[in-house]
């Protein structure tokens, strides 16, 4: 049955570490599906921090079924209601106008407040009763054959029949699954980013329309691009700049933003985009250098009783627009992936989670270089010389991508994935090579060439059927 108010006690416990939004969309979902579910965060109080997220249609999917619906519409007032996304070159000239989605794939996205949004997903998951801990610091993680369990700062030890690591792009978690400290590497690029409110920008001619009504404007340029966004009918902006950035990564990858930095950058662009830049109260910016990992060998301990999800496991670029969405999917699928196997099975239901998100994961990976390279890599020379070059530039809405309901897939396949892996067919080593994303050479695991094609018609019609889902192509 999908999305069920509440299954019966299923006698599984579940540890998830990390209270993001893929933990705490695990944390629902496994509650949702009898799970005994404790989730541990080290904050030691909930603080609305951050700026712009995006949760597209295949979140909104999740969303809409929380509370009968009730979580989607606490988000819709402090959302993104903005018709379109107008694409420029740097120095001003429109080169797409890209209509909002809106309903187009069934299900609402949600674009917001990263802080504004975790709270409204912070308290859907204490009204239901689940239990969160802040001021929880996991500082171990360790396995039995037939447990897994954390130990916290405070030298308390806690056991379950799994424990979740969605701690993030440093996770301790994954130390233990991969058996070393994967460090992460500077992507090459860094994002400013910042939120304030436009009452400034009312007072100008050249930014007074991002305080008329919610609006979404892009500039591309020279392995730049600049994206700003107003919402709550123009009260609120926000705007990112991913630019070069070749700096080594430290443990720590957030700093001050400086306004000067940015106009060496963009000073000569559009006058719209200096304007709101010189216009940017500095105190309000963060630069944020991006960092990035290749596909991992496995999301999985060798007992496959620890787990990552989100970005623990596979850190996103954000022209991928899908990191919180696909963290989301993944805490979908783990909690209906247990509930299927069964407590007597939990490592089966554990593996048939990577089993069936790894996959699916890289490719919409891909999907986010794929986006940057053509943002940043075009010939801006020739971009506005014709219809088919300027609509190159267009954010890619893929159906493969936003049509997918991650509980009901899950549920569907589960039986077939269970005996592939119960008989053995994926052989024993570790997925990334099993799939051909990885692969070794001269004693180094390397990113294999394995290439993820769009499908066809008709598949993309077959997989529709499958689902139930009617769409007009």
Same mark, same amino acid.
């Given at each position: 049955?999908?999305?069920?108010?509440?299954?019966?006690?299923?006698?599984?416990?579940?540890?998830?570490?990390?209270?993001?939004?893929?933990?705490?969309?695990?944390?629902?979902?496994?509650?949702?599906?009898?799970?005994?579910?404790?989730?541990?965060?080290?904050?030691?109080?909930?603080?609305?921090?951050?700026?712009?997220?995006?949760?597209?249609?295949?979140?909104?999917?999740?969303?809409?079924?929380?509370?009968?619906?009730?979580?989607?519409?606490?988000?819709?007032?402090?959302?993104?209601?903005?018709?379109?996304?107008?694409?420029?070159?740097?120095?001003?000239?429109?080169?797409?106008?890209?209509?909002?989605?809106?309903?187009?794939?069934?299900?609402?996205?949600?674009?917001?407040?990263?802080?504004?949004?975790?709270?409204?997903?912070?308290?859907?998951?204490?009204?239901?009763?689940?239990?969160?801990?802040?001021?929880?610091?996991?500082?171990?993680?360790?396995?039995?054959?037939?447990?897994?369990?954390?130990?916290?700062?405070?030298?308390?030890?806690?056991?379950?029949?799994?424990?979740?690591? %969605?701690?993030?792009?440093?996770?301790?978690?994954?130390?233990?699954?991969?058996?070393?400290?994967?460090?992460?590497?500077?992507?090459?690029?860094?994002?400013?980013?910042?939120?304030?409110?436009?009452?400034?920008? %009312?007072?100008?001619?050249?930014?007074?329309?991002?305080?008329?009504?919610?609006?979404?404007?892009?500039?591309?340029?020279?392995?730049?691009?600049?994206?700003?966004?107003?919402?709550?009918?123009?009260?609120?902006?926000?705007?990112?700049?991913?630019?070069?950035?070749?700096?080594?990564?430290?443990?720590?990858?957030?700093?001050?933003?400086?306004? %000067?930095?940015?106009?060496?950058?963009?000073?000569?662009?559009?006058?719209?985009?200096?304007?709101?830049?010189?216009?940017?109260?500095?105190?309000?910016?963060?630069?944020?250098?991006?960092?990035?990992?290749?596909?991992?060998?496995?999301?999985?301990?060798?007992?496959?009783?620890?787990?990552?999800?989100?970005?623990?496991?596979?850190?996103?670029?954000?022209?991928?627009?899908?990191?919180?969405?696909?963290?989301?999917?993944?805490?979908?699928?783990?909690?209906?992936?247990?509930?299927?196997?069964?407590?007597?099975?939990?490592?089966?239901?554990?593996?048939?989670?990577?089993?069936?998100?790894?996959?699916?994961?890289?490719?919409?990976?891909?999907?986010?270089?794929?986006?940057?390279?053509?943002?940043?890599?075009?010939?801006?020379?020739?971009?506005?010389?014709?219809?088919?070059?300027?609509?190159?530039?267009?954010?890619?809405?893929?159906?493969?991508?936003?049509?997918?309901?991650?509980?009901?897939?899950?549920?569907?396949?589960? #039986?077939?994935?269970?005996?592939?892996?119960?008989?053995?067919?994926?052989?024993?080593? #570790?997925?990334?090579?099993?799939?051909?994303?990885?692969?070794?050479?001269?004693?180094?695991?390397?990113?294999?060439?394995?290439?993820?094609?769009?499908?066809?018609?008709?598949?993309?019609?077959?997989?529709?059927?499958?689902?139930?889902?009617?769409?007009?192509?």
């Amino acid at each position: 049955m999908v999305s069920p108010t509440q299954h019966p006690p299923s006698g599984i416990k579940v540890i998830i570490v990390g209270a993001g939004f893929g933990g705490i969309t695990a944390a629902i979902e496994c509650h949702n599906k009898g799970h005994h579910v404790i989730l541990l965060e080290a904050f030691p109080e909930l603080k609305i921090l951050g700026d712009v997220i995006s949760l597209g249609p295949n979140a909104g999917r999740i969303i809409e079924r929380w509370g009968g619906g009730s979580v989607g519409r606490e988000l819709q007032p402090i959302t993104h209601n903005n018709k379109e996304l107008v694409m420029h070159r740097y120095d001003g000239p429109v080169v797409t106008r890209t209509p909002v989605t809106g309903l187009k794939f069934g299900s609402p996205a949600f674009n917001g407040h990263r802080g504004e949004l975790h709270r409204c997903f912070f308290a859907f998951a204490q009204g239901l009763g689940i239990d969160i801990r802040l001021d929880s610091r996991v500082v171990e993680y360790y396995e039995d054959t037939d447990k897994a369990g954390v130990v916290l700062e405070s030298g308390e030890r806690l056991e379950a029949d799994v424990v979740v690591g %969605a701690d993030g792009v440093k996770s301790k978690a994954r130390e233990l699954v991969l058996g070393y400290d994967d460090k992460p590497r500077s992507s090459g690029y860094a994002i400013w980013r910042t939120w304030f409110t436009s009452e400034e920008l %009312a007072k100008d001619p050249l930014t007074k329309f991002f305080s008329e009504g919610d609006t979404h404007h892009g500039w591309l340029g020279p392995d730049v691009h600049f994206l700003a966004a107003s919402l709550k009918n123009g009260r609120d902006v926000s705007w990112v700049c991913t630019h070069v950035d070749e700096k080594d990564i430290e443990e720590s990858y957030s700093f001050p933003g400086k306004i %000067a930095d940015v106009l060496k950058v963009v000073g000569d662009w559009d006058p719209v985009v200096v304007k709101l830049v010189q216009m940017t109260p500095e105190k309000n910016m963060v630069d944020w250098k991006l960092v990035y990992r290749d596909p991992l060998p496995t999301w999985i301990s060798k007992g496959a009783r620890i787990c990552i999800l989100g970005d623990a496991a596979h850190p996103f670029l954000p022209t991928s627009i899908q990191g919180a969405s696909q963290a989301m999917e993944d805490g979908v699928v783990l909690a209906c992936t247990l509930f299927s196997a069964g407590k007597e099975r939990v490592p089966l239901g554990v593996r048939a989670y990577e089993r069936i998100r790894y996959e699916r994961c890289r490719r919409a990976q891909l999907m986010g270089e794929t986006v940057r390279d053509k943002w940043h890599k075009a010939d801006f020379d020739r971009m506005m010389s014709s219809e088919e070059n300027m609509r190159a530039m267009d954010l890619p809405h893929p159906p493969w991508l936003f049509w997918h309901d991650p509980e009901k897939h899950a549920l569907d396949v589960f #039986e077939d994935v269970a005996r592939d892996i119960e008989s053995g067919k994926f052989g024993t080593d #570790e997925i990334g090579f099993q799939t051909g994303v990885l692969r070794r050479e001269n004693g180094k695991i390397v990113v294999g060439n394995r290439d993820f094609e769009q499908p066809t018609g008709e598949e993309l019609v077959k997989g529709l059927v499958r689902e139930q889902v009617t769409a007009e192509l």
